[in-house]
């Protein structure tokens, strides 16, 4: 069936318009995007320090809950562009409110009165920013993690709007090659992002470093709107996915006392517009509730639909609420992994005290130190994919090697060893600056290389390549294809609750080790306080998610280690529901 498009239908639209032609305008978009926004948030722990007059854990917990906002916004935006706007519509305000943040950010920079005065190591009492100075601080991050909330989860998915031929035989390829060079982009977009970026912050100042990720959005705004003409602009689904969610679980419980004798799979209500019939699975039975059908001419509409869908859901729609249920164990062990990444904004404090040479004319900026991280990801990425994988397919019989499901427990144990490491370079990196007389002086150079902190990052990087890209693919496996977009979307709000869990992590510890008068662990002052204590509280933490990682892998029905799965019903072979 051919979807209407004013009076032409979309198959002859496609032959006009989108194609790869369409790519640059896109890649290059998120390209700027990316390296603009990241190139601003990196370094930026040393800003708020400087120019804020912040602690360490006030800064880090600050951006924490912007990473959590810019995080959470994501599901947001995916809904309001499947349901209202469109994907081009989202991705061009979003790329907009990115740049007013940036812009914002690089005005604090250029008027002396939006920020306070730099406080020297003789002052025992330092001014605190004003409200107002405050309010334009987060106003920049506001319109960051909207824009945010909108391009991360559309642009991707715009870009394969592009190229979908469903009459094509090659058409399956050439989205997964787009997929590829697209994730390629991003990662070379971050790698300049923590590289040249943080190296002319650092080097030329704030009002440059901050000035060059305005040009950037204006680039990115100007290509984007540029390649307007040339693009597949699809229509948005009037049917809301997570609405009819919620709808199918309200349903259930509007029905919780219902008793009814089944004499047959009739009396489930499937929905008039899907090709597949489904049956009702067997696990969370209460919630089939809201898919039988009571009184036909109450329940349903002269042309087969539902009357109400808050009282009566189709099978399909009840399907997809058990299938999210199902991964929400297994997606609350990925927290963890997330909260260990983020340890960069007190790594960047460490490798600021240490020597950074690489070459004797060429320092390594402190906050470059995470693209050891993203240069291991895709070492491993590589490696497994062109040495590992075809040699495991030969003992696992699997196309891919590991399960989903082993990649992540991989991950999650990498992660773990990685904090334990991190935990134990702070510590011997403690002792040689006090050794070295620096405990009252938390800007001196220690007598040791910035080196030492590459392993760790390293690590990092592995376990974030096993488990997530493990993740996404126990997701995809699992849920629906009419659920494709949440699948994408879960990583990103994964990270939006794992940046709150980390930001109550340190306010807490910060609270309780400053307690009586005490240094605090997470002093500003590092050589004082006991980072290699915070470190390993996470390396811990790790290792219980760990544990919890095993006992969720056992609610899971599994075959031969295959992926898990929930066995397909093709009969209705039980007569009465139970009350739960």
């Not at 592009?162 to 991003?186: C, D, M, R």
């Not at 984007?224 to 948005?236: C, N």
């Not at 999210?324 to 404090?349: C, E, H, K, Q, Y």
Request: glycine content about 6%; aromatic content about 12%.
């Amino acid at each position: 069936m051919k979807l209407k498009m004013g009076t032409e239908t979309q198959d002859e639209v496609n032959t006009r318009k989108g194609g790869l032609r369409t790519m640059p305008f896109i890649i290059l978009n998120e390209s700027f995007e990316m390296i603009a926004s990241y190139g601003s948030q990196t370094n930026l722990i040393i800003y708020l320090m400087t120019y804020y007059n912040m602690s360490a854990a006030t800064g880090t917990s600050i951006l924490a809950l912007w990473g959590a906002l810019s995080g959470g916004l994501a599901i947001v935006g995916a809904i309001i562009a499947d349901s209202y706007w469109g994907r081009f519509n989202a991705v061009a305000y979003g790329t907009i409110f990115t740049f007013i943040g940036v812009v914002i950010l690089w005005l604090t920079s250029m008027i002396p009165q939006l920020t306070t005065l730099a406080c020297s190591q003789f002052q025992h009492v330092c001014n605190g920013p004003t409200a107002f100075q405050l309010a334009v601080l987060f106003t920049s991050f506001a319109f960051t993690s909207v824009g945010a909330g909108f391009v991360r989860p559309c642009s991707i998915m715009f870009g394969a709007d592009q190229l979908e031929q469903k009459g094509n035989p090659e058409n399956k390829k050439i989205v997964e090659s787009y997929f590829n060079w697209y994730y390629a982009s991003t990662g070379v977009a971050t790698m300049i992002a923590v590289t040249v970026i943080i190296y002319i912050q650092d080097r030329f100042g704030w009002q440059i470093g901050f000035g060059i990720p305005v040009i950037l959005m204006v680039l990115s705004v100007s290509t984007f709107l540029i390649g307007s003409p040339l693009y597949i602009k699809v229509k948005t689904d009037t049917e809301n996915l997570l609405l009819g969610l919620f709808q199918a679980g309200v349903a259930a419980f509007r029905k919780r006392k219902i008793r009814l004798p089944l004499t047959g799979c009739d009396d489930y209500y499937h929905s008039p517009y899907e090709s597949e019939v489904l049956t009702p699975s067997k696990d969370f039975r209460w919630l089939n509730r809201a898919c039988m059908i009571e009184d036909p001419e109450r329940d349903l509409n002269p042309d087969g639909s539902t009357s109400n869908p808050w009282n009566l859901c189709s099978v399909e729609r009840v399907e997809s609420l058990k299938a999210l249920i199902r991964i929400l164990p297994m997606w609350s062990a990925g927290f963890m992994m997330f909260v260990d990444l983020n340890v960069f904004t007190f790594s960047v404090l460490q490798t600021k005290t240490m020597d950074r040479h690489i070459f004797p004319h060429f320092e390594v900026p402190a906050a470059s130190f995470s693209v050891f991280l993203i240069i291991a990801l895709t070492i491993w990425i590589t490696f497994y994919d062109r040495v590992f994988v075809p040699l495991l397919s030969k003992y696992t019989g699997r196309p891919r090697g590991l399960s989903p499901v082993t990649r992540m427990g991989i991950g999650l144990a990498v992660s773990c060893m990685s904090m334990a490491l991190s935990a134990i370079t702070e510590s011997i990196r403690r002792k040689r600056a006090i050794a070295e007389g620096h405990e009252d002086d938390p800007h001196a150079l220690v007598n040791m290389s910035a080196m030492w902190f590459v392993p760790q990052y390293a690590l990092l990087g592995v376990a974030q390549a096993t488990h997530v890209v493990g993740q996404i693919e126990f997701f995809y496996t699992l849920l629906p294809k009419s659920m494709a977009s949440i699948a994408s979307a879960m990583y990103t709000v994964g990270t939006a609750v794992s940046s709150l869990i980390g930001s109550f992590l340190v306010s807490s510890e910060d609270w309780l080790t400053s307690r009586g008068g005490k240094t605090s662990w997470l002093a500003s002052n590092i050589n004082k306080g006991h980072l290699d204590y915070h470190f390993w509280i996470l390396a811990f933490m790790s290792f219980l998610n760990s544990l919890y990682f095993l006992v969720v892998c056992r609610f899971y029905q599994t075959e031969n280690d295959e992926l898990p799965h929930v066995v397909d019903e093709e009969e209705c072979d039980y007569r009465l529901l139970h009350e739960s």
